[in-house]
């Protein structure tokens, strides 16, 4: 079960891949944190950089 800060994390850092297209060095820059870390919080999220690449417009993969 997620907690509340979980959640709100979890929305935080996918609304930060859509805004960038899935890029994790724009998304860590765009939060303000390095790579490790947000591939670190998104590991623990259980959260996919795929998913938020295939959702922009002329995306193939």
Sequence with gaps: ???RIEEAE???IQRA???TG???SET??????????LWEKMKRLK????EFE???PGAER
């Design 22 to 24: 899935g890029s994790i």
């Design 10 to 12: 979890r929305l935080h």
């Design 47 to 50: 959260m996919k950089t795929v």
């Design 17 to 19: 891949l859509e805004r």
């Design 54 to 56: 295939l959702s922009q």
């Design 28 to 37: 860590a820059d765009l939060l303000g944190t390095s790579r490790k870390t």
């Design 1 to 3: 079960m997620q907690t």
